[in-house]
């Protein structure tokens, strides 16, 4: 796969990495279905008929979770739920065009969302602390994030498509409040290309939430780059530390934190002038911009000391310095 | 029964997101217990002040 790469939005990029995973993904099944053909009898027609769908349509984030759940099966030898695992794939729908908010419920119940916990609940270390968020914090959020992608879609078309070309699923749950558990802003994993999971009670305006859209969304098209290819060389087990993340991070997860604020910082950059916002969050929006110039270079700081980048990795972070060299230069300051 | 003790060995070069291992899984899944799917992860102490 060629990539095209660029630092801003692109909904075609967004729309060719989509077409490429379902592609990729139609294969494997073909494959997958070849290793299990003497345990499990698929009809034909059926498996024909899915795999054109999934090559020719936009799959749901739980369809691809799905696929995970049926390589790890497969590997052990569990050709029941392997057979149940086929038949969800077949029976999948297409994703609609619209981005839907759905809540976390909970995952002792409610299998969707066990499936998306299983995804982002990744570092054994640091377990995924979610939980059901009240019907009032889902509503408010939801309100949040329907006035920040108003916001985007006038004041930053371009992000605007690439979040609408990335995105299905928006899943809104809540972190713990007590003293001294982790929490989470919002989490994305590569087996739910296509959904974000976010912390219904950390958003406080339209303009966390642009930026919460933002950062999300990127993490996804960050993983589009990755189909193929990879961002750094370093191994995983090298830690050092991120902008962030009060944890040590590999090189790949402070390659993605660095590019990510760059990210957001576009974003907030965009609203900050926007008739729509109030004075005060026009000055935040100001505030918000400072915190993410200082957290990118860090990053890059980081990267540049320890990054074995990869040819596309190093393309990428270095378009995106020169967008965030070019906005410190540039960029109108606002009076609120 | 068709669940046993022994496992499949797939080919990883055809597994979704296997071989970049970038994010996804390592080189030579091998299993439940094998690499997992690497989320990217907000996180953060709960009440900053206790951090």
Known sequence: ?336 | MTTTNKTTKLDPSKLLGYTSSAKVGGKNPTGKNGPQLQAKVGVKVGDKNNV
């Not at chain 1, 060629?2 to 490429?20: G, H, M, N, V």
């Not at chain 1, 294969?27 to 299990?36: E, F, G, I, Q, R």
């Not at chain 1, 066990?114 to 995804?119: D, E």
């Not at chain 1, 993605?256 to 965009?270: E, I, N, P, Q």
């Open chain 1, 1 to 336: 796969m060629t990539t095209p790469l660029s630092f801003y939005p692109s909904e075609s990029i967004a729309r060719k990495f989509d077409q490429t995973t379902r592609e990729r993904l139609a294969d494997s099944l073909t494959y997958l279905a070849d290793v299990c053909s003497e345990a499990i009898e698929l009809p034909p027609l059926e498996l024909d008929q899915a795999l054109d769908r999934i090559r020719t349509q936009s799959i749901l984030p739980e369809t691809l979770a799905a696929y995970y759940e049926l390589v790890n099966a497969i590997q052990s030898n569990d050709f029941d739920f392997a057979e149940s695992l086929f038949q969800e794939i077949l029976e999948s729908k297409p994703a609609g065009a619209a981005l839907e908010v759905i809540p976390f419920r909970s995952p002792d119940t409610d299998r969707r969302s066990k499936r998306y916990l299983n995804q982002v609940d990744t570092d054994q270390k640091t377990p995924f602390n979610i939980f059901p968020a009240s019907q009032d914090d889902f509503d408010r959020a939801e309100q949040l994030i329907n006035e920040a992608l108003d916001l985007l879609e006038t004041e930053s078309p371009d992000l605007f498509a690439e979040i609408k070309a990335l995105l299905k699923r928006v899943m809104l749950g809540s972190g713990p409040t007590e003293k001294g558990l982790h929490t989470f802003d919002g989490a994305s994993a590569p087996g739910l290309w296509g959904a974000i999971v976010l912390n219904a009670i950390e958003p406080k305006d339209a303009v966390d939430m642009a930026q919460t859209l933002a950062h999300e969304s990127c993490h996804n098209l960050l993983f589009g780059y990755c189909i193929d290819d990879r961002l750094v060389n370093n191994s995983d087990d090298e830690r050092h530390g991120s902008p962030l993340r009060i944890d040590p991070r590999p090189l790949d997860g402070i390659y993605h934190a660095t590019f990510v604020l760059a990210r957001m910082h576009y974003a907030v950059a965009t609203i900050a002038l926007s008739q729509e916002l109030s004075p005060e969050l026009k000055q935040k929006a100001q505030q918000e911009m400072e915190q993410r110039k200082i957290g990118f270079y860090d990053g890059l700081s980081t990267l540049k000391n320890h990054a074995d980048f990869t040819h596309q990795g190093k393309a990428l972070i270095d378009a995106a310095e020169a967008y965030m060299n070019d906005a410190v230069t540039n960029l109108p300051q606002t009076s609120a």
